[in-house]
Nanobody, 126 residues
Framework: QVQLVESGGGFVQAGGSLRLSCAAS??????????MGWFRQAPGKEREFVAT????????SYADSVKGRFTISRDNAKNMVYLQMNSLKAEDTAVYYC?????????????????WGQGTQVTVSS
């Protein structure tokens, strides 16, 4: 079983940047082989896909709403996944969740993920 812990959330003004981190713990080989994703949930809204990265870090996919502003990356040596968020907008305000999938391929549907972190709050003021 993989445990995920997010950090890096906070309060920022529109146009600013934040970098979210996700620390994964578990069997090293297991974490290395997993595709990872970021999702978010705003108050009163359903959870939505933000970004995902393959086990190798080579392949990525983004929601249209964040494409060109957010960048997902991973450091398998450190069992870390990151989400660099630039040009933040008020509509990016949400709780951001890190997720891990027991397969290496990308997935944009949260139902395909097997482990979730507790979330970190991101608040963007306009």
């Amino acid at each position: 079983q993989v445990q995920l812990v997010e950090s890096g959330g906070g309060f920022v003004q529109a146009g600013g940047s934040l970098r979210l981190s996700c620390a994964a713990s578990g069997r090293a080989f297991t974490v290395y082989a997993m595709a990872m994703g970021w999702f978010r949930q705003a108050p009163g809204k359903e959870r939505e896909f933000v970004a995902t990265v393959s086990w190798s870090g080579i392949r990525t996919s983004y929601a249209d709403s964040v494409k060109g502003r957010f960048t997902i990356s991973r450091d398998n040596a450190k069992n870390m996944v990151y989400l660099q968020m630039n040009s933040l907008k008020a509509e990016d305000t949400a709780v951001y969740y890190c997720a891990a999938r027991n397969r290496g391929e990308l997935a944009t549907n949260g139902g395909f993920y097997d482990a979730w972190g507790q979330g970190t709050q991101v608040t963007v003021s306009s």
